[in-house]
C-alpha cells in the first residue's frame, strides 16, 4: 500500500487484528520493511505497521541530502496520514535513530520506544566512513557497497550457515536507491543527540549484538545512561542485524517487552 505524507508517497503494510496495539517497526539503512519479516510471528496480537523509510524500498527516493529531522517528520506525517495518534515504536540502526529524534520531537506520539543495533551520536572521526560509503555508492552502485556491509551485518559462521538467509539481505542493499543511499548516509552523518536523551521518559528497550562493530554495546549503555529506567539486552553471537542472526533471542526480548507495556 502507498500513502501520501510530508511530500512523498511511502510505501507500508499493515497486519495484524483491527483492534490489536499498534507497533511501528522502522528498518536500518540499505534494507526496507522486509527486514521485519522474522519479526512477525511473535507479533501476532499486535496491528504492525511497517513502512519504507524516505529513499529505501517502494518509497520515494528524492535527491539530496536527507536529514534525521526530516526522517521523523516523515514519520510522523505518515502516522497522521493513517490516523494514529500513539504508537508503540522499533527502530534497528537508522530506525533507532529516527525513533531517538521523533521522541525528542514529540515523544507524546509514542507508548514506548524499542532502540535496536543503533546510537545516539556519530563521532567526528566516524564521519569519514560515512563519505567514503556515499563515494562508493556514487561511483560505483550499490553492488560494490554489498560485501562491506555484510561483513558488518552477520558474523562468518552466520554468513557461511545461513547463506539464503544473508542472500535476502544482500538482495534489499542491491536493490536501494543510490540517492536514497547516499541522502540517509548524510543523515545518519549529523547524529548528534546524547545530551538531549535525558529528557525521554518513555519505556524503552535496548537490544544490541554483542559483535556488532558499527553500533557497539558501550553506544547502547551511553544511551542507557541517559534514559532513566530503559533496559538493555545483549545478544551473544550477534552483529549490527541482530533481529535476523539471533531471531530468537531478539523476538522474546522484543514480544516480552512490548507485552509488558499492555
Not at 505518515?78 to 515523544?107: C, E, P, R, W
Not at 536514497?180 to 518513555?202: K, N, P, R
Amino acid at each position: 500500500m502507498r500513502i501520501d505524507a510530508n511530500g512523498i508517497s511511502i510505501h507500508y503494510s499493515i497486519e495484524g487484528p483491527d483492534d490489536g496495539p499498534v507497533v511501528v517497526l522502522s528498518h536500518s539503512l540499505a534494507a526496507n520493511l522486509a527486514m521485519w519479516d522474522w519479526q512477525m510471528p511473535v507479533l501476532e496480537d499486535f496491528r504492525v505497521v511497517r513502512y519504507d523509510t524516505r529513499g529505501h524500498g517502494g518509497t520515494d527516493a528524492p535527491a539530496g541530502e536527507y536529514t534525521l529531522e526530516m526522517l521523523a517528520d516523515d514519520l510522523f506525517g505518515f502516522l497522521d496520514a493513517l490516523n494514529l495518534d500513539t504508537v508503540h515504536y522499533v527502530g534497528l540502526s537508522m530506525g533507532g535513530m529516527i525513533g531517538q529524534t521523533a521522541a525528542l520531537k514529540d515523544q507524546s506520539r509514542f507508548l514506548s520506544l524499542g532502540l535496536c543495533d543503533t546510537s545516539s551520536v556519530v563521532p567526528l572521526a566516524g564521519k569519514e566512513a560515512w563519505t567514503e560509503r556515499i563515494a562508493v555508492a556514487r561511483a560505483e552502485g550499490m553492488e560494490a557497497v554489498i560485501p562491506s556491509t555484510i561483513e558488518r551485518w552477520f558474523s562468518p559462521e552466520y554468513q557461511k550457515n545461513e547463506s539464503g538467509e544473508v542472500d535476502k539481505i544482500r538482495e534489499m542493499i542491491r536493490s536501494t536507491p543510490v540517492d536514497g543511499f547516499c541522502g540517509c548516509c548524510h543523515a545518519i552523518m549529523g547524529l548528534d543527540l546524547t545530551d538531549q536523551l535525558s529528557v525521554i521518559t518513555l519505556p524503552t528497550l535496548l537490544v544490541v549484538g554483542e559483535d556488532d562493530p558499527g553500533t557497539p554495546v558501550s553506544a547502547h549503555e551511553v544511551i542507557q545512561g541517559e534514559i532513566v529506567g530503559s533496559e538493555l539486552i545483549v545478544l551473544p553471537g550477534a552483529r549490527h542485524f541482530s533481529n535476523v542472526e539471533q531471531q530468537g533471542a531478539f523476538n522474546e526480548a522484543i514480544a516480552t517487552f512490548l507485552k509488558a507495556q499492555l
